[in-house]
């Protein structure tokens, strides 16, 4: 076999790594182009060096092969009303931990990639080797998937969730390496799993679904482990790669919610399979519903009202989901600015980068529920946006500025093209052009730091977490 052997243990990684190194993979794809709509598939593939032995990565391939033909297959069963578009990308985790193909339709390029290695050839495009670092792995499939910045789709009441297929032999090694042998440390299989059921969680409250397709070749305790936890029980063989493309299609079918108690007098055409998948679809669905619609109720006609609260975020400041955050997906787990304060001096009023389709919500903050936490981040602009809710701002060589100063800087807290109203540090609120119409009242500011001030609540938030998430981690 064509194998990457690497003796030298390198085991600096640890979870905030690993989001880095997630978040390097989606710059370093982001020229390429990202289909935005329809569904999004990662299949994430162990290629570490226990993968070489037996015929483990025969079986990855058939599984491969089956799973695009099926997507392939159903597309042409869609009516067109409710035809879905399938994307895949291909992630990998063993020497190399990265994207290999980004998001596309093109399943041909994915079957290159797949097809052109065999074990008796020199050249080869994937090359097994290295360590089994799942954590990381999962971390770089999930910021795939945040990076298409499109919501699941909602077809008969169902959400269609985009997920992860992950084939490996069911030997990961802990988390902190990323490269030497791939030999499981048994002193940290408890820890090690810890910190792959509490990635699972995070993905499953980002509404993205985990499916494992074991390939093992040897004895292994990690896919029972994995069915014995209630939400991941989802353990597929490498063999049924049509039955897992078939799930979106089933939702475009006769499944409604009334359809829900009585699969067993549904459409004579579903195979027990067809039902077991329904069941756990339209189970998943109803889980996340009812925090969906309470969340919807958090709309406030007076959005951009500003409060005298000193424990509130000034509007205008940074946010990111912080540990009482349990509204799914709604910040695509991203970047959002304070537009507004409430009444209750409790609540705030958020603006994702990333917008909602049904607009800005409201979110805790006090009262020893925090929703947000206050971030250090510059808003960034994509191509073509010459201005945005949540970028800092300056004077601009066309403003006529009454007590404002060249030293002042501001933040975007609404967009009213051509103008944007803008808050300054002194607490001035005022709408300017930003060069729509031709006139640059305000210019974005070119510093990398951020106009964000923490509050006293969110310094003791910031400190609080890490401890926080470990208790999660070890529960």
């Known amino acids: 076999a064509c194998v990457k052997r690497q003796s030298e243990r390198r085991n600096s990684m640890d979870v905030e790594k690993w989001q880095l190194r997630g978040r390097q993979e989606i710059e370093r794809v982001s020229l390429m182009h990202q289909p935005s709509g329809g569904y999004h598939t990662v299949l994430l593939l162990d290629i570490s060096e226990s993968m070489a032995s037996g015929d483990s990565w025969k079986k990855v391939k058939t599984f491969v092969k089956d799973f695009l033909f099926g997507l392939e297959e159903h597309s042409a069963l869609y009516q067109p009303s409710r035809h879905v578009d399938e994307h895949v990308s291909l992630v990998t985790f063993g020497h190399q931990t990265h994207v290999e193909i980004p998001m596309t339709k093109d399943f041909k390029e994915i079957r290159d990639k797949i097809g052109k290695f065999y074990f008796n050839v020199k050249t080869y495009e994937i090359e097994l080797g290295g360590p089994s670092?799942?954590?990381?792995?999962?971390?770089?499939?999930?910021?795939?998937?945040?990076?298409?910045?499109?919501?699941?789709?909602?077809?008969?009441?169902?959400?269609?969730?985009?997920?992860?297929?992950?084939?490996?032999?069911?030997?990961?090694?802990?988390?902190?390496?990323?490269?030497?042998?791939?030999?499981?440390?048994?002193?940290?299989?408890?820890?090690d799993m810890a910190n792959i059921v509490w990635i699972l969680d995070t993905l499953n409250d980002a509404k993205m679904s985990v499916f494992f397709v074991g390939v093992p070749d040897c004895a292994t305790t990690f896919f029972s482990c994995i069915r014995s936890d209630e939400p991941y029980r989802n353990v597929f063989d490498c063999n049924e790669g049509r039955r897992l493309a078939r799930r979106n299609y089933l939702c475009t079918q006769k499944v409604h919610d009334e359809q829900f108690g009585n699969l067993e007098n549904s459409d004579e055409n579903l195979t027990a399979e067809?039902?077991?998948?329904?069941?756990?679809?339209?189970?998943?669905?109803?889980?996340?519903?009812?925090?969906?619609?309470?969340?919807?109720?958090?709309?406030?006609?007076?959005?951009?009202?500003?409060?005298?609260?000193?424990?509130?975020?000034?509007?205008?400041?940074?946010?990111?989901?912080?540990?009482?955050?349990?509204?799914?997906?709604?910040?695509?787990?991203?970047?959002?600015?304070?537009?507004?304060h409430w009444n209750n001096e409790t609540w705030v009023t958020v603006e994702w980068d990333t917008k909602l389709p049904d607009g800005n919500l409201g979110y805790r903050y006090g009262e020893g529920r925090f929703d947000l936490l206050i971030v250090d981040e510059v808003r960034r602009l994509q191509h073509g946006e010459l201005m945005a809710v949540g970028c800092q701002v300056k004077t601009g060589r066309h403003g006529k500025f009454r007590n404002v100063h060249t030293w002042n800087k501001g933040v975007v807290v609404e967009m009213k093209p051509p103008k944007a109203r803008v808050?300054?540090?002194?607490?001035?609120?005022?709408?300017?052009?930003?060069?729509?119409?031709?006139?640059?009242?305000?210019?974005?500011?070119?510093?990398?730091?951020?106009?964000?001030?923490l509050t006293e609540s969110d310094k003791e938030l910031a400190s609080g977490l890490k401890s926080k998430n470990k208790n999660k981690r070890s529960k």
């Open 133 to 191: 670092p799942l954590v990381g792995g999962l971390l770089v499939a999930r910021a795939v998937l945040l990076s298409v910045q499109n919501p699941p789709v909602c077809i008969n009441n169902v959400s269609m969730h985009h997920k992860v297929i992950v084939l490996t032999d069911g030997q990961p090694t802990e988390m902190s390496l990323y490269s030497g042998p791939d030999v499981v440390d048994e002193t940290k299989l408890d820890e």
């Open 274 to 340: 067809d039902k077991a998948d329904i069941f756990d679809i339209v189970t998943t669905t109803h889980k996340h519903v009812a925090d969906a619609n309470t969340a919807s109720e958090h709309r406030k006609p007076d959005m951009y009202w500003e409060s005298n609260c000193k424990t509130l975020p000034i509007i205008g400041s940074r946010v990111r989901r912080g540990p009482d955050w349990k509204w799914d997906y709604q910040d695509s787990n991203g970047v959002g600015t304070v537009v507004g």
């Open 423 to 453: 808050r300054w540090d002194s607490g001035i609120r005022r709408d300017y052009s930003y060069g729509e119409d031709g006139r640059f009242e305000i210019e974005i500011w070119d510093s990398a730091s951020s106009a964000t001030t």
